[in-house]
């Protein structure tokens, strides 16, 4: 069972959002796992059907296409669940699970998420959130790829990085993730040179400082007014 304190958990994941009856229920039901930072929790492809619970850490979540192209899903945290649509309907991962950090996380089959659910209906709402809103999530992409060219993309990534991930030092709002640039470009469908441009523009213009991967923020209140801009914008065509 983790012993990690709940106050880790991020707002609006599936733990954070369990009773803490429910939460004790699915890491009394798991095994208490970590993984290493480049660590693979489970294959685009694989058969298996366990559940993975991420107590603190980052994972990525990738897609492979058929000529060896890769696009980046999501970014999950501390609280939220991997690995569910396996777990749920017997088919074959969908796609890749990477550890972007060192992770401690909750590991459950299949069969003992399943029970939990049965006896725990507040578990069963929780993941019924958890999946609509994964899917909000793919369709606001899908929409925002679709009516916005790949400059406005990054900086509504960024700003989303920012809201999920930022950190906040005596410079700024860190965002606390070892992305590279092709991570970003694979995240918003486009290229590393268009990755490149726009975050030279937002460090001329005082927005951000970038290391090796790394960005600090340095005007937040800026980058969600362009931000904003990037989404009303969207919303009206």
Do not use: Y
Not at 89 to 118: H, K, N, W, Y
Not at 158 to 182: A, C, D, F, H, Y
């Amino acid at each position: 069972m983790s012993t990690e304190p709940d106050g880790d958990l991020l707002p609006g994941t599936f733990l954070r959002e369990l009773p803490p009856d429910g939460r004790t229920v699915l890491r009394q039901a798991g095994t208490a796992r970590r993984f290493r930072a480049g660590a693979v929790l489970f294959h685009q492809g694989d058969p298996s059907r366990h559940v993975v619970l991420i107590e603190t850490g980052w994972a990525k979540i990738t897609v492979s296409g058929r000529h060896g192209s890769e696009a980046l899903l999501a970014i999950r945290g501390a609280g939220d669940i991997v690995g569910e649509l396996s777990a749920i309907d017997g088919r074959p991962r969908f796609a890749t699970v990477t550890a972007l950090t060192p992770i401690s996380a909750t590991v459950l089959s299949a069969e003992r998420l399943e029970q939990c659910m049965d006896a725990e209906g507040p578990i069963a709402r929780a993941l019924l959130r958890h999946l609509a809103a994964n899917l909000r999530e793919s369709d606001r992409r899908r929409a925002l790829h679709g009516a916005s060219n790949g400059d406005a993309r990054v900086i509504g990534l960024l700003q989303e990085l920012v809201e999920r991930n930022g950190v906040r030092t005596g410079e700024g709002i860190m965002i606390n993730l070892p992305l590279s640039q092709k991570d970003l470009a694979d995240a918003v469908a486009a290229s590393r040179e268009v990755v490149a441009r726009t975050m030279r523009v937002l460090r001329g213009r005082q927005v951000v400082v970038t290391r090796r991967r790394q960005i600090v923020v340095l005007r937040p209140d800026l980058l969600h007014s362009l931000a904003r801009s990037v989404s009303m914008s969207t919303d009206d065509r």
